[in-house]
């Protein structure tokens, strides 16, 4: 098993900055993607940002250039830099971790813009 810990989520004024943290324990080995999900009251859960073993990143339209995800393979840990961000970057947002076998998720964070 995967267990996945959370961190950095909050509330910040439109145009500011936050970085999400997800360190990633147990069967680390099995993990080939981790990534960033997001859902915000009353839409489906969407994919902001992922990042594979060997740094291949992939991008929601929405945040392209606004958001980077970085990965410490030592530390077995992925980051979600967010920056310029809007209202509509309100949500939770879960990290996830693909891997052989089940996918594992963080319990999420709670990411307010406040306009």
């Known amino acids: 098993q995967v267990q996945l810990v959370e961190s950095g989520g909050g509330l910040v004024q439109a145009g500011g900055s936050l970085r999400l943290s997800c360190a990633a324990s147990g069967s680390v080995s099995s993990i080939y993607v981790m990534g960033w999900y997001r859902q915000a009251p009353g839409k489906q859960r969407e994919l902001v940002a992922r990042i594979t073993n060997g740094g291949v990143t992939n991008y929601a339209d929405s945040v392209r250039g606004r958001f980077t995800i970085s990965r410490d393979n030592a530390k077995i840990t992925v980051y979600l830099q967010m920056n310029s961000l809007k209202p509509e970057d309100t949500a939770v947002y879960y990290c996830?971790?693909?891997?052989?076998?089940?996918?594992?998720w963080g319990q999420g964070l709670q990411v307010t813009v406040s306009s």
């Open positions: 996830t971790a693909v891997c052989v076998g089940p996918d594992y």
